[in-house]
């Protein structure tokens, strides 16, 4: 299994929609895990921190099955502006190394 | 609000030339990273440094690559002598706590 794997997509949704991605990981001693948004050829940026069952900000939800190892994002009312790569990684396994999924790139159209 | 800076944002150099890269990471940060993303590909971590040692590093981050915290502020990455393939974009990270947050990168390019 890899570290981490996200499905690529890439999804295209209309304005409006409700759309979901999934990420599963293989160390199940990460404690912590991050959705960062990366748009094109720009720096990751932190979107949302989950340190327990999971995490809610405005549109967005994180929600972490520890049982099946996966992370999930819902993006909810989408805007033209949520066009961008969604990276997950976890985190907090007491090491420093950082393992980032490859992404799901997501495209809202008008 | 506080952010992390990189210098250059862009640089070229000849193959077997050696690069430095810069990084200021937030202030009352004791964590910093190196990270790089291949055009089209996902990011990848390279070191991480804390207490001014390297905590860990991947298998990318050979003899060729060294960091340094020279003062208080500074983080550097320099690649010895830089091959095509080093042409990437360069990304710094720090934190604090759990999250960490990213400069804007500097693209080496490698003719």
Not at chain 1, 42 to 68: C, H, I, W
Not at chain 1, 72 to 79: A, Q, T
Not at chain 2, 57 to 72: A, L, N, Y
Request: with cysteine; hydrophobic share 30%.
């Amino acid at each position: 299994r890899k570290e981490v794997e996200q499905d690529p997509g890439p999804f295209n949704v209309p304005e409006g929609a409700t759309v979901a991605f999934n990420c599963t990981y293989s160390n199940s001693a990460s404690q912590s895990f991050f959705w960062y948004r990366q748009d094109c050829r720009k720096e990751p940026k932190l979107l949302m921190s989950v340190y327990s069952s999971g995490n809610e900000d405005g549109r967005f939800t994180a929600q972490l099955n520890r049982a099946s190892q996966y992370i999930s994002l819902l993006i909810r009312d989408s805007k033209l502006s949520d066009s961008a790569t969604y990276l997950c990684v976890p985190g907090g396994t007491g090491g420093f190394k950082t393992i980032f999924g490859a992404g799901t790139r997501l495209f809202v159209k008008a | 609000e506080p952010e992390v800076t990189q210098t250059p944002s862009h640089q070229v150099t000849q193959m077997g030339q050696e690069v430095i890269l810069r990084c200021v990471p937030i202030s009352n940060h004791l964590y910093f990273y190196w990270y790089r993303q291949i055009l089209g590909q996902k990011v990848e971590f390279l070191v991480s440094f804390y207490n001014n040692e390297i905590s860990e590093k991947s298998e990318i981050f050979d003899d060729q690559f060294s960091v340094e915290r020279p003062d208080g502020s500074n983080f550097t990455l320099k690649i010895r002598s830089t091959k095509l393939e080093d042409s990437a974009m360069y990304f710094c990270a720090s934190r604090e706590d759990y999250e960490q947050y990213f400069g804007p990168g500097t693209r080496l390019t490698v003719t």
